[in-house]
Nanobody, 116 residues
Framework: QVQLVESGGGLVQPGGSLRLSCVASGSIFGFNSMGWYRQAPGKQRELVADIRSGGSTKYADSVKGRFTIFRDNAKNTVYLQMNSLRFEDTAVYYC??????????WGQGTQVIVSA
């Protein structure tokens, strides 16, 4: 079981930026994928972005061009750089780690609120 701890959430104005961090309890080298999901009130959890072991990335259409996911294997950390934030980006953001296709781990979530 991999423990994940997110940080970096908070209150930001529209157009602002935040960087989320997710630190894993052990090495993430070779993990099948790591990603960020979010869940807004009354909505289902959705994929925001993920990054595979080979470095390929995938983004939700709603965040393409605004968010960037990247990982630092040496620090066991995956980041989500969020720029040009919008009201609709308000949600709890969860880190996800898949060491293999058979295992998935979740962090506790970090709140992002975009408000004027």
């Amino acid at each position: 079981q991999v423990q994940l701890v997110e940080s970096g959430g908070g209150l930001v104005q529209p157009g602002g930026s935040l960087r989320l961090s997710c630190v894993a309890s052990g090495s993430i080298f070779g993990f099948n994928s790591m990603g960020w999901y979010r869940q807004a009130p009354g909505k289902q959890r959705e994929l925001v972005a993920d990054i595979r072991s080979g470095g390929s990335t995938k983004y939700a259409d709603s965040v393409k061009g605004r968010f960037t996911i990247f990982r630092d294997n040496a620090k066991n950390t995956v980041y989500l750089q969020m720029n040009s934030l919008r009201f609709e980006d308000t949600a709890v953001y969860y880190c996800n780690a898949r060491p293999s296709i058979w295992e998935t781990n979740w962090g506790q979530g970090t709140q992002v609120i975009v408000s004027a």
